[in-house]
Structures are given as C-alpha cells and as structure tokens.
C-alpha cells in the first residue's frame, strides 16, 4: 500500500487510467460509425446532391440472383438444346448458388463482389447463348427473357451508381486519418469497412 503514495507509482497509475479511458472511448466511438458506415451496404447511402438515399447493394444483389433464376426457367421453358446452352447454365446454376450462400451468410462486401462479378459474366454469356435460339422460335419467352436479363443489368448499374465505395472512401479519410485514429488505429478491435470491390 505504501508503494502506492510514491509519486511515480502514482502518475503511472493516472497515466494507465487516461490510456485506458481514451482507448476505450475510441473504440466505442468507432465502433458506432463502423456500424453506420457498414448499414449502408444494407440501406442504401445518401445522396445529397439528389436528396434522397440510393438503394443499398445487398437487395441489388439480391435482385441479380432472382434475375438469373428466371433466366435459367426461361431457357428449361423454352426447350432449347444445345450442349453449350447447357455448360453455359451450369456456370450460370453455379455462379448464382456461390453468390446467394455468401449472401445468407452474412459475407461482407470484399467477398460478395468477386462472386457478384462471376454471376454477371455467366449471364452475359447463357443470355448471348439463349437469345438467338428463343428470337428463333417466336415465342412468348422473349420478352420474359430480355425483362430477366434487364433486370440483371439494371441491377448493376444501380451497384455502380450506389455511392457506397464512395462513403468508405471518405469514412477511411475523415475518421480513421484524423487524430487520435491515425495512431490507434492499428490497436482498436474493430472490423473496418470494406469496399465492394
């Protein structure tokens, strides 16, 4: 007890007890616009210049794995044979059943985009593959065909124009190279945002 009232021991003691308190106060301060910044992903970021918030990336995805879906039962639907129609929907089969798991599994962003970019390349392809052969037979499954793929397409627009890897961007900039972030930042225990890319 009496190493306690000597005057190092004690200005080690307040010293450990203002690190603590700012470590602490960082980390759930962080911890809080980490959780803000990474809704986004989800609800979608606001746009100022248009006033409103830009639909989120998650539900696009989602949009794209629905679309390739019904572009998969419009291409059984419409009895069209050919051996590469059929490779082409396996890739498409197996790039949309990669991108829906890492979507129930609550996978972040870094992990969903390269998924994200297979899908759209199998599409691209089973659709160029697809298009020809049902324009061919007259049907009614070309309008459903071309609104499927639409929707692919209109969904990845909507990705690029999100505004979300903005936000990060400037998330990184303003909060994490401020002071006192810029030198805690290494040990703060928390996940930081990622980019959709």
């Known amino acids: 007890m009496k190493h306690l009232k000597k005057q190092p021991v004690a200005i080690l003691l307040a010293l450990l007890v203002v690190a603590g308190a700012l470590f602490f106060g960082v980390n759930r301060s962080v911890s809080e616009q980490v959780a803000a910044m990474k809704e986004q992903f989800y609800n979608g970021v606001f746009d100022p210049a248009v006033g409103y918030v830009r639909p989120g990336i998650h539900g696009q995805l989602t949009q794209r794995t629905t679309a390739a879906l019904r572009m998969l039962s419009i291409g059984e639907h419409s009895h069209a044979d050919s051996e590469e129609l059929d490779d082409a929907a396996r890739d498409l089969l197996a790039a949309r059943a990669e991108l829906l798991d890492l979507l129930t599994a609550g996978a972040g962003p870094s992990a969903l985009f390269p998924a994200d970019q297979a899908l759209g390349m199998a599409a691209v392809r089973y659709y160029a593959i697809l298009h020809p052969l049902v324009l061919e037979a007259e049907g009614e499954d070309l309008p459903a065909l071309e609104a499927a793929y639409g929707t ?13 890897n903005e936000a990060v961007g400037t998330f990184h900039r303003t909060v994490l190279g401020q002071f006192p972030m810029n030198i805690l930042r290494s040990i703060v225990f928390v996940q930081m945002p990622e980019l959709f890319a």
């Open 152 to 164: 692919m397409q209109s969904a990845a627009r909507v990705i690029l124009e999100s505004g979300y």
